[in-house]
Nanobody, 114 residues
Framework: QVQLVESGGGLVQAGGSLRLSCTAS????????MAWYRQAPGKQRELVAS???????NYADSVKGRFSISRDNAKNTVYLQMNSLKPEDTAVYYC????????WGQGTQVTVSS
């Protein structure tokens, strides 16, 4: 079974940065359009950023200019660089395919203090 593992979250002050990583077993991520999602307490999961198999990227309006999604195919890893973090970015962050989801991983908690 495909297993997605997210890491890199933590507690950071507003204006700070974090880089999230997503690795996978039993699947080659480069074959897929991948995305980062987040879910804040009491809210639905939302798509934050996506990257196609050929490297085209898209971002939610709320993170444009602050977040950057990338991939390292040699490491079978997808990254989310998050800069200028705001308290409203606080959430559990997940990676997955953009369509036809794999089983969801545990996610990684990002907490931004004001």
């Amino acid at each position: 079974q495909v297993q997605l593992v997210e890491s890199g979250g933590g507690l950071v002050q507003a204006g700070g940065s974090l880089r999230l990583s997503c690795t996978a077993s039993r699947v080659i991520l480069s074959f897929n359009a991948m995305a980062w999602y987040r879910q804040a307490p009491g809210k639905q999961r939302e798509l934050v950023a996506s990257i196609s198999s050929v490297g085209n990227t898209n971002y939610a309006d709320s993170v444009k200019g602050r977040f950057s999604i990338s991939r390292d195919n040699a490491k079978n890893t997808v990254y989310l660089q998050m800069n200028s973090l705001k308290p409203e970015d606080t959430a559990v962050y997940y990676c997955n395919r953009q369509n036809s989801y794999y089983p969801w991983g545990q996610g990684t908690q990002v907490t931004v203090s004001s």
